[in-house]
């Protein structure tokens, strides 16, 4: 059985809740009754959207300069090889 996490929107109370998958999700706050959110974790949730692959790829060429995972060309005279 899933674990799901929940957030409540009005007094920020956080609690786990053991559901199966065909169980409606919850939507009130135990605490208070307020509104709560569903909070996805590590449960193989993807975070999709286009926000994730912009900040993806606007890493790349910064992670390309501060490391070099592949192994370096042979010293050359010109930094820049073609
Ligand atoms: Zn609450």
């Given at each position: ?45 993807v ?5 994730f692959?912009?900040?993806?790829s ?13 192994a ?9 090889a073609?």
């Open positions: 059985m899933p674990t799901y996490q929940y957030a409540c929107t009005a007094c920020s109370h956080e609690f786990e809740a053991v559901q199966s998958f065909s169980d409606d999700s919850l939507t009130t706050c135990p605490e208070c009754e307020g509104e709560i959110r569903k909070i996805y974790s590590a449960v193989g949730v975070f999709k959207g286009s926000g692959y912009k900040t993806d606007a890493k790349k060429p910064v992670s390309k300069e501060s490391s070099t995972p592949v370096p060309a042979p010293a050359a005279p010109a930094p820049k073609d």
